[in-house]
């Protein structure tokens, strides 16, 4: 059990441990006062029935009404004790259950660049909108209820025990061994249904994640039944794992609810045989046990309920320290030397993670400020990888980049980054507007806005009652060269010494084309300017040309 603690605490974390910890305890004080309201239930009947006093009091006179008075006191304090208990348990869990997928996505998007390569996207979807909540629900959760249940049936089994020991152990070892026995069969099932559920959800966000993404081809191709299918089969597969889990949490208590009415029958006869001719004396008894059999058959099966979830969440807590041990904690905390001269690229290579071919061998070149530099080449020739390594995203397996002889590395990769704007191939826009996209901010400053608008050509959408309107889920609103020339309107929006752009001239006509690039050359006169292109009339308005087919320079 302390190696399961410790398992929580290390993916948690000890602050939410220790809240976790604050409310079960809570719980457990209530579940003490419950028992208390049940024990008092044997003086009260015995003070009833023979008018015996069980205890006196120099204040208080005990009466009846006295006694019942008290009896109700920590009966009703007991609840509202309870009530508060499940409050809190409810908001801890909630609110731990969201801010622990929330640090998961958080730890995600601070992963290197090329960590992405190995883990899709859909997996870690589903690790943040499911498996995390699952993860409390099925773990976190039920660990608290079953401390209070167990706490609640250990006091009052000392209750009875005082009273009836030898049929109070009697019926304690038949109940606990038959749901020993029935965890045991059911344990494997419980943890093959929580995997495949995992593995559901996985397909679920993967089939859907690529069906939305690529819904014109989709439509264009006649895949949407095939798509449709895949993921009916998927949903089938995760409502067929949860309902068998949810069988066999509450099948017991269905099977176990007749032998424990005929044990019941059996004991109370036992008990009477005991002492016929007086049933005044064990009225109080029966009463007792009947009283404590209310709250132990419900507890004793929400207990085994709960033990058989702790048991299902198990590859959750596998399948979440595997994905916490593939996450490294970021060291770029060193700051970057200042571009003030020259950028310099030193016989750098690169191969990717789990391939042998290598995508770059040997590539050196150099730039000051002012100059424009053409990367081109064939199709998979590394243009996209080689400024993926100037803009700090990936290192390089050898060679390096420097700043005025200063090298780059992981340790000042974020903070290199600020000083350069960055254009990818396919640009992606937020589900905002115009505006807001290009300044990347609610509160953009509206001068610079249209100044980087300009410098685009896309000037014509700011005012009008397309920047009133959200561009849509990535841009799907607006054409390819309108995204295309809003995502170059946000690289020019800030001032910095290095522009990177990744065909920005693609989706784009000639003449726009050239009036673009005129106007960011005219604009950006001494910052270095990289630009990847297939364009060998747009390569050679640079004053160098970086050809990766043969990895040579001009």
Partial sequence: MNEFIQRLKSLIGEKSWH???????LSMIASLLETLSIAAIFPLVNFIGKGEVPFKLSVIPLTPETLIAGILSIYIFGLCLRAVSVYCTSRVNMQEGYGFSARIFELYLKQPYDWHFSNHTADIKAAILNDAQD???FVMVPLGRFISQTTLVFFVGLVLVFIQPLATFFFCAILGLSYLLIFRILKVFLKSDSEKQIQAHAERHRYSSEALAANREIKLSGLENIFSQKFMNASLKL???????????????????????????????????RNEGQLATITPTLTLFAAAGLKLFPMGHLMFA???????GLPLIDKFEALMSQFTVSEAIEVAPILANELRVE????TYPGNTVQVLNHVSFSAKLGDRV??????????????DIIAGLIQPCSGCVSVDDH????????SWQKQLQYCPQNPVLFDQTVTQNIALSDDGNISEVKAAASLACVDDLLGTYLDQLSVGETGKKLSGGQVQRISIARAMYNDVSLYILDEPTGNLDAKTADRII???FAAKSSAIIIIVTHDLKLAEKCDIQINLENNSNK
């Fill in 407 to 414: 090298p780059l590395s992981a340790t000042n990769s974020i």
């Fill in 19 to 25: 809240r976790y910890k604050r409310v079960y305890a």
């Fill in 239 to 273: 409502a067929k794992a949860s309902s068998q889990r949810s069988l066999y949490t509450e099948m017991p208590k269905l099977v176990l609810e007749a032998f424990i009415f005929i044990l019941l029958i059996v004991t109370l006869f036992y008990i009477s045989s």
């Fill in 347 to 350: 016989d750098v290579s690169y």
């Fill in 306 to 312: 709960n033990f058989a979830n702790l048991r299902s």
């Fill in 518 to 520: 005129g106007n960011i």
């Fill in 374 to 387: 053409a990367i081109v080449g064939p199709t998979g020739s590394g243009k996209s990888t080689l400024i």
């Fill in 135 to 137: 993860f409390i629900s």
